[in-house]
């Protein structure tokens, strides 16, 4: 796969990943609402954890700092959403989880490609 390409599905992975992230912070308590519909433990703990794991998940993919370790974490987070939303409401709660899955394990079995903050400090 090019490097352009790895860096391109980077960026638009991480961003993604902060967008939610971010989002389960902005309105956490409908956001705890979703986690306990979905049958989440402590859903208003949950969301923070899941909230954390996605922004600095999200800020390593998208800068290229441990790129592979970021996106597997990420697939897990994604195989979460599918064990949870997308087994109860399905639709647009099943397809993101693919398509961002999906993207995260290309991401951790050939990593990020180009621009890569980890390129800066080890060029090696």
Known sequence: MRPT?????RAVVG???LVTGAGKVLDHATEARRFAHWGLPMPDR???VVAALELLGGLVVLLGLLTR???LVLLFDMLGALATAGRIDHGF???APVVLGAICLVLAARGGGRWQLVDVIDPA
């Open 69 to 71: 370790l970021g996106a």
């Open 15 to 17: 961003l993604a990943f």
């Open 93 to 95: 709660h099943l397809l």
């Open 5 to 9: 390409l790895l860096a391109v599905l």
């Open 46 to 48: 949950a969301v923070y």
